[in-house]
């Protein structure tokens, strides 16, 4: 009948205007509460001390999705990282779903290390606080670095990240953060299936509760000259006349032979435990000589405690103690009595090295005359 007809019609229209009112009341909570840009900007530099200047307006679009796109200007309050130019882009269905955010830059300086063409893709699940980082991709120098994971934001900013990295030049590195400026080694390392945790709670405890693994495989070219070859030479002659520096001539012999006309391979992993990165099984390899490094890296305090044995063909013949920080630190030999060489010349690895081979020798043919 009419009035039956009429009766589905107007239950039709009732419930099409719930699902109106519905998706109008989620529409708002969405915009409201995560696409307020003002707010956002402002929560970043309450939260994290990162000021975000825009460039121009940002741009808005409501179909198919509601999304927002604004390019702008970044830095935070401890100089930590900066962008000149960062585009940001959000997005999000019509529903209760995470929030795509797309980051990207041509160039971000971190500490004043150049990080280019970066890319940062993930989820934002803003009921439960978290965010899920799909891919972060970034070229360094000549090396790029590729990782996703989780950051938790209702559980003391928790983070879990995994992923590789490749063809790492660490001297750039290390240069440009402005830890170290190593002339004499060239160092590139590669990873893959990285793990590190750990919580954001601010800058001076980030190292506290910070673990992981790192698998390390990469590359190792100690430079020498042709005069240091030659006084290297010139010095086995000599040992037998001096005893006092048979161990400090093994050392330097198996550098200068065996790890400086060809790059050695590098090959181990990382551990990190809180503030330490740590090592039993870090391995540089040339042909039938190696060198173990064993021991641990203070990153909260800059401090070395480590040791340096030398193999030949299997046979331990020489080890040596590295200690101090990471711009300048000491490596001592250790002699049979297991103690580092005490004698009135210097037998630190590095200084030999620093103050010159010939000129090292040049001291021992004195002290015999």
Known sequence: TSKLILMKILKFIFILIAII??????????????YNL???????????GVTVLLHKDPKWSFTPQLSLDFDAKINDKNQNFNSENMRFIFSQSYTL???????????????????????????????????NLN?????????NINLQGIFNQSKKNEF???????????????????????????????????????????????????????????????????????GIAFLNLLIDKLPNFNNLSKSLSQIINNFSDSPALI??????????????????????????????????????DAKLLFFESENLVVEAIISGNIEDPNIQIINSENSTEKNTINNDLKK?????????IEKLLNIEK
């Open 267 to 304: 090959n181990g992993s990382l551990n990190i435990k809180n503030e330490k990165i740590e090592t039993n099984d870090l391995l540089v390899i040339s042909k039938q000589n190696k060198i173990k490094i064993k021991g641990y890296y203070n990153m909260k305090n800059n401090l070395f």
């Open 38 to 48: 003002e707010k956002i900007i402002l929560d970043l530099k309450k939260n994290y």
């Open 160 to 230: 879990n990240l995994s992923g590789s990295f490749n063809n790492l030049h660490l001297n750039q590195l290390f240069r440009q953060l402005n830890l170290a400026d190593w002339k004499r080694i060239e160092l590139k390392i590669s990873s893959k299936d990285l793990i590190i945790k750990g919580e954001i709670v601010n800058q001076d405890n980030f190292f506290d509760n910070l673990n992981g693994k790192i698998p390390i495989n990469g590359s190792m070219y100690f430079v020498t000259t042709e005069e240091e070859r030659f």
């Open 97 to 131: 779903s995470p929030i795509n955010v797309d980051i990207e830059s041509k160039l971000l300086n971190f500490r004043g290390l150049k990080i280019q063409l970066f890319k940062l893709s993930g989820k934002y699940f803003f009921l439960n606080k978290i965010f």
């Open 352 to 360: 030999v090295f620093k103050d010159g081979v010939n000129n090292f």
């Open 21 to 34: 009112f519905i998706s109008s009341a989620i529409f708002y909570f969405i915009f409201k509460n995560n």
């Open 135 to 143: 891919s972060l991709a970034a070229n360094i120098g000549e090396g």
